[in-house]
Antibody, heavy 116, light 112 residues
Framework: QVQLQESGPGLVKPSETLSLTCAVS?????????WGWIRQPPGKGLEWIGS???????YYNPSLKSRVTISVDTSKNQFSLKLSSVTAADTAVYYC?????????WGQGTLVTVSS | QSVLTQPPSVSGAPGQRVTISCTGS?????????VHWYQQLPGTAPKLLIY???NRPSGVPDRFSGSKSGTSASLAITGLQAEDEADYYC????????????FGGGTKLTVL
């Protein structure tokens, strides 16, 4: 059974960089698939942030592209998200997921609040 | 403003059939990209409900079905149950976003 677990600070100051990691168990990232990040502001819908292939190639949401970096560490079987210059509008639950035929498996999500 | 348009809410009585529409355009659904559907119960992560337009992952009841035609897709739920009350999202891909993933705005299903 594939499991994903997000981790990282729950509070980030405005203008700083949000950093999250998604640890994967039950499947080797290097075996294939894309791996994605999705977020959901409180009370709102889902927004795709970006996805990375196990080889490192990436797709980013154009609306966030200038601020987003997604990377993969196959040795640790995890992938990461960095979102720079955050504002209150970046407050959301952040999910990581396997990006295959749809987002097959999801982490439980982690709430990140942007506030001073 | 989502690239894919869903009704904000639908409702139905137990045992009834409801459908949720997902309307796109020629750069996403109409371009032949697959549509996937997710169910999000309150306070939980979304769960893949339908993939590849009409396929159910293992464990998803056959009360849930998906279809696609032209620039739109639909999720149908038959034999509505109280536990089906949730938010539902469609997702596809968009050629104008270099194949980037796009979600619908979500539909709240209320079981009366």
């Amino acid at each position: 059974q594939v499991q994903l677990q997000e981790s990282g600070p729950g509070l980030v100051k405005p203008s700083e960089t949000l950093s999250l990691t998604c640890a994967v168990s039950g499947y080797s990232i290097s075996s294939g698939y894309y791996w994605g990040w999705i977020r959901q502001p409180p009370g709102k819908g889902l927004e795709w942030i970006g996805s990375i292939y196990h080889s490192g190639s990436t797709y980013y949401n154009p609306s966030l592209k200038s601020r987003v970096t997604i990377s993969v560490d196959t040795s640790k079987n995890q992938f990461s998200l960095k979102l720079s210059s955050v504002t209150a509008a970046d407050t959301a639950v952040y999910y990581c997921a396997i990006d295959s035929s749809g987002f097959d498996y999801w982490g439980q999500g982690t709430l990140v609040t942007v506030s001073s | 403003q989502s690239v894919l348009t869903q009704p904000p809410s639908v409702s139905g009585a137990p045992g009834q059939r409801v459908t949720i529409s997902c309307t796109g355009s020629s750069s996403n659904i109409g371009a032949g990209y697959d549509v996937h559907w997710y169910q999000q119960l309150p306070g939980t992560a979304p769960k893949l409900l339908i993939y590849g337009n009409s396929n159910r992952p293992s464990g998803v009841p056959d009360r849930f079905s998906g279809s696609k035609s032209g620039t739109s897709a639909s999720l149908a739920i038959t034999g509505l149950q109280a536990e089906d009350e949730a938010d539902y999202y469609c997702q596809s891909y968009d050629s104008s976003l270099s194949g980037g993933r796009v979600f619908g705005g979500g539909t709240k299903l209320t079981v009366l």
